[in-house]
């Protein structure tokens, strides 16, 4: 793909928890101005797979190397926004200054330096204006960009994001969206979605994720890698903009769950 060495780097990794495996001999390299996409159906190990390019997850098997100037120390993670953050009381300046921790130390004063590295982040997400507001005021949509903003504050080598589009509004979809675009211009992104329309147009590779790995240089799916990996029939469609609908089905997914049809707009979340 590149003579560029890969900044991170997964062998033949598996992992899992409690003696059950959800990852199976994975092999994926993430190089410099990487915009990775990975899909797969819920259970399928994408968050265990986030854990393990953390550190926050050991695997069973297989070797983890990654060649970031701060190793694995400085990679930006974005969760998927849960009801609960939205209680923290904390103004949203304060949130995003927690992006600082990694660099000054827990028990460290903020100084000037770092209070302006999370102004820049809140403005990069156009939450400046709302600085001094309580972080639980904030729509979902907001909640989800400061989050965004909280990780960039840190000065990330990666950023690893979870499902940073569910329930987005248009705007902040907007936002988002064009953020990431100049985001990758200084760092590899990898990012969880059920929703691959929603980037397909900026993201460079795809992974369909399902215990095991399948890669997809250029962003190119087929019908057939999908229904391999969701375990059902799957139609691609394309309205400008090329993502998936499954067909109707009744068998179940590897999680153990029962599926059934999704339209357009409507998809499963983890």
């Known amino acids: 793909m590149t003579d560029l060495e890969p900044l991170i780097e997964l062998q033949q990794v598996s992992a899992g928890y409690d003696g059950v495996e959800a990852l199976s001999e994975v092999d994926l390299a993430i190089y410099p101005g990487d915009y990775l996409a990975i899909i797969g159906p819920n259970g399928g190990g994408k968050t265990t797979l986030l854990k393990v390019l953390l550190g926050l997850l050991e695997p069973s098997r297989g070797v983890v190397t990654s060649r970031l100037p701060h190793g694995r120390g400085r990679m930006g993670y974005v969760p998927q926004f849960s009801t609960l953050e939205s209680q923290i009381p904390l103004r949203v300046e304060e949130v995003a200054l927690m992006g600082r921790l990694s660099l000054r130390g827990l028990w460290r004063r903020y100084r000037q330096e770092d209070r302006e590295a999370a102004q820049a982040a809140l403005a990069a997400v156009r939450l400046d204006h709302l600085a001094k507001r309580s972080a639980g005021e904030l729509s979902g949509g907001q909640l989800q ?126």
């Open 145 to 270: 960009r400061l989050l965004l903003a909280r990780a960039l504050a840190g000065e990330p080598e990666a950023l690893l994001l979870d499902e940073p589009m569910a329930s987005l509004d248009a705007e902040s979809r907007q936002v988002v969206r064009g953020l990431l675009q100049e985001v990758r211009e200084r760092m590899p992104i990898v990012l969880v979605t059920h929703d691959p329309a929603a980037v397909a147009r900026e993201v460079r590779n795809i992974a369909c994720m399902n215990r095991r790995l399948s890669y997809h240089a250029g962003g190119e799916l087929t019908s057939e890698a999908l229904e391999e990996t969701y375990g059902c029939p799957v139609e691609l469609l394309a309205h400008g903009v090329p993502h998936r609908v499954l067909g109707a089905h009744s068998h179940r997914h590897g999680d153990g769950s029962h599926s059934h049809s999704h339209g357009d707009g409507e998809e499963p979340h983890d």
